[in-house]
C-alpha cells in the first residue's frame, strides 16, 4: 500500500537510510499517497526504484538479510537487529565504495515467501514480546533501520554521552524520596518564602519556582534528606506548615 | 488523540511495558478511538491511569525521564535511550519489588514544556538523522521501549544468537558473488538439469529448485568459485550454455 511505502520512507530516512527498493508495489507505481505520507521524506520516494520481482532487486547485491515475523525452518543464521547491522556495517565496509548489503521487508499482511527467503543470507527477527510481538511494517522498519544508524560512525557520535553529566545521575543505594515527597517539599519551601515576603515580584514567581524544582530533582534527595529539609524550613520560617489541600 | 493513545498502548505491550499513565488527554477519558487503535493491547487501555497533571502522574516515582525532541538548554543529564533504560533498570532493581522509574512523553505536536521538565531527573533524546529527525510520538514511544525491553533479562534472552549460526555469514575478505551471479549459476543449473532428464516428476521442479537456491546462498560463494561451478557444470553436461532472456 502506497501509504506503507510512504511511512517507510521516513523511518529510512530518520536513520539516514535513503536506497529503497520496490519490488511490484500492489497499488502500482509511482504512488501519489506514498508522496503524499512520506512529507518531509519525499525526496527518498521519488528516488525509489522498481523492480519486477525480488531477484532482481537485489541482483548487484552481496548481502541479503530478510526479515521474517516468525522462526522459519531453515538453515539460515537467524539474527537480531543489532547483530543484523553490525554483520551488513562489516560486509560493507569490506566492499570498498559502494553498499553490497540490504534488508529486506515483505508486504505488510503476509510477509516473506518461503521463496522470498531462498534470495536471502541470513534471516532477521525483531526480539519483541512473545505474547504480543505485532509490528506494522513502517515500525519494523524503524526499529531495524535504528539499529543500523546506531552504528555507524554518524550515529555513533550522536550516542555518545558526555559521562560527567551521566554521572550526575548518581545512581546509588539511597533510599531516595519520591516525586511526591520532593513536590511537598517545594510546596512547604513556596510556602514560607510566600509569607516571607521573597517573591517581591509576583510576575517571576514561576519562573523562580520552575528553578526552585528542576535544582531539587538535581539534589536526588533520600526520604531522610527531605525530612530535614522540611525541618530546615521549619525552623528558619519559625512557623508550622500544614499543606494546602 | 486517542488514536495515537492507541498506537502508544500497542508500542509499549510489543516491548512488554503495560503502566500507562495519562495527563489529561485531550479528547477525554475513556476513549473509544484509543480502544479501538490499541487492537491487541486493549489490556494496556483498559488499565491505563489518569491524573490532572504530571506531578500528580508521577508522585510515586523516583525516577523520571523527559523524552524531549530537540535539545534543551537545562542543567539535566541528556541520555539516549540506551542509557536511559539502563539507568532506569538499575534504580529499579535496587528498589526491591516495584518499579520506581517513569518514562514521560509529551503532547503529539507541542512535545513537553520547559514546566513539565521541571518533574524529571533526566532528559532524552532520539539520535537520529540530524536532517529528518522528526518522529510520531508512538514511533519515540517504540524505540525507547524497545531500548529497555533489549536490557531486561526477557529481551537479553531472546537477542541471544547462537554463534554457531552467525558464525556461518562466515564474513570474510572473500570477494563475494553478487546475487545476479548467483542467479544465473542457478539458471545455469536448473537448464542443465532439465535437458538432462533430472526432474522426472516437474511438480516437484518448484520445490527442488527453491531448496537449491537456499544451499547456494549458503555457500557464499566468490566471483571465482562462481565461474568455477559454470565451467563444471558445462563439463558434466557437455554443453555450452546460453541464457535465457
Not at 521516513?10 to 508522496?35: H, I, K, Q, Y
Not at 553490497?100 to 499482511?109: I, K, M, Q, W
Not at 550516542?159 to 543505594?173: F, G, V
Not at 534527595?221 to 520560617?237: D, N, P, T
Request: glycine share 6%; charged share 25%; aromatic share 6%.
Amino acid at each position: 500500500m502506497g501509504e506503507h511505502i510512504g511511512l517507510c520512507a521516513r523511518a529510512m530516512l530518520n536513520c539516514g537510510l535513503t536506497d529503497l527498493r520496490l519490488v511490484a508495489p500492489r497499488d502500482g507505481w509511482p504512488s501519489e499517497v506514498a508522496r503524499a505520507t512520506s512529507s518531509g521524506a519525499v525526496a527518498v520516494i521519488d528516488g525509489a526504484r522498481l523492480y519486477p520481482s525480488l531477484a532482481k532487486a537485489v541482483a548487484d547485491r552481496k548481502f541479503v538479510v530478510a526479515t521474517t515475523a516468525r522462526g522459519r525452518d531453515m538453515a539460515k543464521p537467524i539474527l537480531v537487529p543489532e547483530t543484523a547491522a553490525s554483520a551488513m556495517i562489516k560486509i560493507d565496509g569490506q566492499s570498498g565504495a559502494d553498499s553490497v548489503s540490504a534488508l529486506v521487508f515483505g508486504p505488510e499482511r503476509t510477509g516473506l515467501t518461503n521463496e522470498d527467503l531462498t534470495f536471502c543470507d541470513a534471516l532477521l527477527t525483531i526480539p519483541l514480546n512473545p505474547d504480543y510481538a505485532s509490528l506494522n511494517i513502517a515500525q519494523a522498519v524503524l526499529l531495524v533501520c535504528y539499529e543500523w544508524h546506531k552504528q555507524t560512525a554518524l550515529g555513533k557520535s550522536l550516542t555518545e554521552i558526555n559521562p560527567s553529566l551521566y554521572d550526575q545521575l548518581a545512581i546509588s543505594d539511597l533510599d531516595l524520596a519520591d516525586k511526591g515527597e520532593m513536590e511537598n517539599l517545594l510546596l512547604h519551601l513556596e510556602d514560607a518564602l510566600q509569607e516571607s515576603g521573597f517573591f517581591t515580584a509576583q510576575d517571576l514567581k514561576p519562573t523562580i519556582l520552575r528553578n526552585l524544582r528542576n535544582m531539587f530533582q538535581r539534589m536526588r534527595l533520600s526520604r531522610q534528606e527531605a525530612r530535614s529539609f522540611h525541618g530546615m524550613i521549619k525552623a528558619l520560617h519559625g512557623r508550622e506548615w500544614k499543606r494546602r489541600s
